[in-house]
């Protein structure tokens, strides 16, 4: 049996207004026998004690939750940390823990086992207790369900189970203190028992109608997509004979191949025109601009025939890779001086260090995106497909190949498994199933980020509580088997190319309808481009009046648009909207107007004539703004407009930060600031330059 549980608490502060010590004062649980409920941590934990091994708990945001059972679990005399036994001779610090192997507590007839899987970066995965009593054993594990549904309880409700935003609209004073003997109002248990319900609701549809078992999202989306591939070998004519199919076409390889694989592996391209940021362009009168987002991209480039995909070990080369019909990809450490051509897509964001080659090169460690080398030799990794488009968008000099790896190719391995969720997703649409269209979402988009899995070493953190408060050492670190690296570095390089290509579609209408001089792109984020001129065709698909010339003069470009436009077909791209005012200050800190002034000034009355608490801004009868703030919240962004979107501005008291004290966590407000656009630094080297300028062997 399956429960959804929740933990209201409460705090008190020191004299400095710092959180001093919290309590958990209600809990709540749903399942299939219904809603509990209990009053303290000490209930929860006796409660869990009553329930059958196996049985499983989900948590939404196991992060926080989860602080307050090992802060009250691991003090108790009977408790104890699961370490291993490698743990406990190399870990220096292993006598701050109060802890026991697994053979030692077999021996013991009473206690209390605790297994946190907390990563390095701080990441909760799950809870596995172990109670023993006269010699009995039951396992209680814990799950952290914000991984299978990485959306809040609210977006569970509305965009995954379909319930109606009134539906949701249940108020809690978060701010009031209270204690577990603290008398509780019928609203306020109706809240609590709503959370944990919807939760239920959404992890009880992947468990029973899509058969999910597995504890994240990626690691159900991977399991899924195994179980297709026999067919694909079958086709490929490989000999699965007592073989692992997935295994067969995707092996472990060595440390070096994927730690290079791993440097071609970069994410989405986020980036802001340069000559744009903190700039505001329009008066909102008249429409400049529009905004257009791929229909699922990297399920689209995924099942696309025409993209090949790397199998099997690589095959290491010196020198140039080269493109051939036995190994049509491959991965390339090279390093040159570059400078970003004009109106071209920067696409160098990456720290490299390459200690087998002994060279003199620079490389880098930054957080945007490089438009120069600024006359430096840097050392660079790309697949094949990225570096096409590196060439055609940058100028590059002093080009040296060094080595990589390539790989034989096929297509088609994705078809089957996207297909079947395509279908689910088509079946939903028709039958307005949110549930769904949500778990189809879930499974293509969750599949490529789990073959970027690193052949590297990681740690557990473990657990121990001082004077009250949940602290962590380091786990000695362990071997962590790999996925397959030149897969997640594929994919993604097919997706930056599809960016690039609509980008490069629209710089060129920003041409036929100004001049050569306009630059019509504004900001992308991986899968979304904003740019600055109109949108050139009506909703029926005709040319736009004002736009009759310039389509008769360069018709198949305005074609080639709007070939690329569909609001659903995989491959293309949705028209999202039309932007009267923006000003874009950095990545994921934008602000659009996507009305005109004269419907913003009729919705503003709307707003100021409805009830403030029942009013949400993105919703298309109140809506005026698009935006994203990265780090504010996001009903703090709903706010946003171009008299308090600058650069500098300080909201106080407006983000969450996790901070724990005595008996859990505590939510502490804090400031938020809008930062600028910053420039990339050089990580320096001494003596990294030779006299040539070029790499030295």
């Known amino acids: 049996m399956i429960y959804s549980c929740d933990f209201e608490t409460s705090y008190i502060k020191n004299e400095d207004g710092t959180p001093e010590k919290t309590w958990v ?43 307050f059972i090992l802060s009250y679990l691991l003090p108790l005399p009977e408790s104890y940390l699961l370490v291993s036994e490698e743990e406990e001779l190399l870990n220096e610090n292993i006598n701050k823990l109060k802890y ?57 409700g509305e965009k995954f189970l379909g319930l109606s935003k009134e539906e949701g609209k249940l108020k809690y004073d978060y701010d009031l203190v209270r204690y577990p003997e603290t008398p509780l109002s019928e609203e306020e248990l ?39 591939l026999n067919d ?41 025109a340069s000559e744009k940021a903190g700039n505001t362009y329009g008066t ?45 990809l491959f991965i390339q450490v090279f390093s040159c001086v570059f400078k970003l051509k004009k109106h071209k897509l920067p696409m160098v964001n990456f720290k490299m260090k390459d200690k087998k080659l002994n060279m003199t090169c620079k490389t880098i460690k930054i957080n945007e995106l490089l438009t120069s080398s600024n006359g430096e030799h840097l050392l660079l990794c790309m697949t094949n497909i990225d570096l096409r488009t590196f060439f055609k968008n940058y100028d590059v000099m002093d080009l040296e190949f060094h080595y990589g790896y390539k790989y034989k190719g096929v297509s088609g391995i994705f078809e089957p498994y996207i297909s079947k969720w395509q279908k689910v997703k088509i079946e939903a649409v028709k039958e307005k199933n949110k549930v769904k269209k949500g778990v189809s979402k879930i499974f293509q988009n969750s599949l490529y980020g789990k073959f970027g899995t690193k052949y590297e070493k990681v740690s557990w953190k473990l657990s121990y509580v001082d004077n009250g408060k949940l602290e962590f050492i380091s786990s000695v670190k362990k071997d962590e088997e790999p996925q397959y690296m030149p897969l997640a570095a594929f994919i993604t390089s097919y997706a930056r190319r599809e960016l690039n290509k609509l980008h490069d579609i629209v710089v060129k209408l920003g041409y036929c309808i100004y001049d050569e001089t306009y630059y019509s792109f504004s900001y992308c984020d991986t899968d979304s481009l904003h740019c600055l001129i109109e949108y050139p065709f009506e909703e029926d698909g005709s040319i736009k009046k004002e736009y009759e010339k310039e389509y008769e003069e360069n018709k198949e470009l ?43 000034a009729e919705k503003e009355k709307l707003i100021e004539a409805g009830k403030e608490d029942e009013i949400d801004l993105s919703d298309e009868k109140y809506k005026i703004y698009a935006s994203a703030c990265a780090g504010l919240p996001k009903d703090i962004q709903q706010k946003l407009n171009f008299d308090n979107f600058e650069v500098g501005v300080v909201y106080d008291d407006v983000k969450l930060m996790p901070v724990n004290v005595k008996g859990g966590c505590v939510l502490v407000k804090t400031s938020f600031k809008i930062k600028g656009q910053e420039e990339p630094k050089h990580e320096r080297k001494k003596n990294s330059k030779s006299k040539t300028g070029k790499c030295n062997k």
Not at 39 to 66: A, C, P, V, Y
Not at 214 to 225: E, G, I, N
Not at 247 to 263: I, M, Y
Not at 588 to 598: A, I
Request: with cysteine; net charge negative; aromatic share 14%.
């Open 25 to 67: 004062y209600v809990w709540g649980a749903k399942s299939e026998k219904g809603f509990e409920y209990g009053r303290d941590i000490q209930s929860f934990i006796n409660w869990m004690k009553k329930l059958d091994s196996g049985e499983e708990i989900f948590f939404h945001n196991l992060k926080f939750d989860g602080t």
């Open 100 to 156: 026991i192997t697994k053979k030692r507590f077999k021996e013991l007839e009473n206690g209390i086992l605790i297994d946190p899987k907390i990563n390095s970066m701080g990441i909760w995965y799950s809870i596995t207790i172990h109670f023993k009593d006269a010699s009995v054993e039951k396992r209680i594990k814990i799950h952290d369900s914000l991984k299978l549904l990485n959306m809040s309880v609210k977006e569970i």
């Open 190 to 228: 109706k809240y609590l028992e709503h959370d944990c319900d919807i939760v239920y609701k959404g992890i009880k549809a992947l468990r029973e109608d899509f058969g999910v078992e597995k504890w994240t999202a990626a690691s159900a989306a991977l399991f899924d997509f195994k179980m297709t």
């Open 232 to 272: 694909i070998i079958e086709d490929l004519k490989y000999d699965i004979k007592d073989k692992d199919a997935y295994r067969l076409l995707f092996p472990v390889l060595d440390n070096r191949e994927s730690e290079v694989a791993s440097l071609a592996y970069k994410g989405g391209l986020c980036y802001v």
């Open 284 to 328: 909102g009168s008249k429409k400049i601009g529009f905004t257009i987002d791929a229909n699922s991209l990297y399920p689209s480039v995924m099942i696309d025939e025409e993209n090949i995909f790397p199998v099997g070990h690589g095959k290491y080369f010196e020198g140039i890779g080269i493109e051939t019909q036995e190994y049509p």
């Open 558 to 600: 305005f074609e080639e648009l709007k070939y690329y436009i569909d609001d659903s077909a995989y491959g293309k791209w949705k028209k999202e909207e039309d932007l009267f005012k923006v000003k874009y200050i950095r990545p994921k800190t934008y602000l659009e107007q996507v009305v005109s002034n004269e419907e913003k």
